[in-house]
C-alpha cells in the first residue's frame, strides 16, 4: 500500500464534553475537520448521554474521537476509570444513528493508524495526571492539554 491510500487526517480537539460527573476531551478526527457537522456531533452527544456504560454516575475523565471514515463515522469513548488503564466503547453510525459496535470477538481491532497520534498523547498525559497527588487542579491540567495536528 502506498501513502496516497492512507492520506494524514487532522486531530482537531473541540473542548470538554461533560456527561454528569464524567469529563471528557473531545477530539474531531478527519481529512478535512469541515466535514464532521455539528448535526452528527450532536448526535454522538446524545449517544454517549443515553450509553448503557451510564457515564452520567460514574466519576471519571477521558477523551472521545470522532472519527470521519468517508462518509460514516467511528465514535470512540475512552475513560480512564481513574487508573492506569484504558477502558474503550465503540459506536458507528451505520443505521443513521450511533450504535454500539459489537466486537464479541478473540482478536479484535482497536486504534488505527490516525487514532493512535491521539492515544499516544492521551496516555502521556494521564501518565503525568497519575504522578501528582490527583488534586482538582491536576484534574484539571490533564483536561487542559489536548493534541491538535496531523496524524
Given amino acids: 500500500m502506498n501513502s496516497s491510500q492512507y492520506p494524514s487526517?487532522?486531530?482537531?480537539?473541540?473542548?470538554?464534553?461533560?456527561?454528569?460527573?464524567?469529563?471528557?476531551k473531545w477530539y474531531d478526527l478527519a481529512e478535512n475537520p469541515a466535514?464532521?457537522?455539528?448535526e452528527d456531533v450532536s448526535k454522538a452527544k446524545m449517544c454517549i448521554e443515553n450509553a448503557e456504560e451510564n457515564f452520567q454516575h460514574i466519576n471519571d475523565q477521558g477523551f472521545v474521537i470522532m472519527h470521519r471514515c468517508d462518509k460514516n463515522y467511528l465514535l470512540l469513548v475512552c475513560t480512564w476509570r481513574s487508573e492506569n488503564e484504558l477502558w474503550e466503547s465503540v459506536y458507528y453510525d451505520g443505521s443513521g444513528k450511533f450504535e454500539v459496535w459489537d466486537r464479541n470477538?478473540?482478536?479484535?481491532?482497536?486504534?488505527?493508524?490516525?487514532?493512535?497520534?491521539?492515544?499516544?498523547?492521551?496516555?502521556?498525559?494521564?501518565?503525568?495526571?497519575?504522578?501528582?497527588?490527583?488534586?482538582?487542579?491536576?484534574?484539571?491540567n490533564y483536561l487542559d492539554d489536548f493534541f491538535e495536528g496531523e496524524a
Fill in 9 to 24: 487526517k487532522y486531530a482537531s480537539p473541540k473542548g470538554i464534553f461533560t456527561v454528569g460527573t464524567t469529563r471528557f
Fill in 105 to 140: 470477538k478473540i482478536h479484535l481491532p482497536t486504534y488505527c493508524v490516525w487514532e493512535m497520534v491521539i492515544v499516544y498523547h492521551e496516555s502521556k498525559a494521564w501518565k503525568k495526571f497519575l504522578g501528582t497527588d490527583r488534586t482538582e487542579i491536576h484534574q484539571q
Fill in 35 to 38: 466535514d464532521v457537522s455539528s
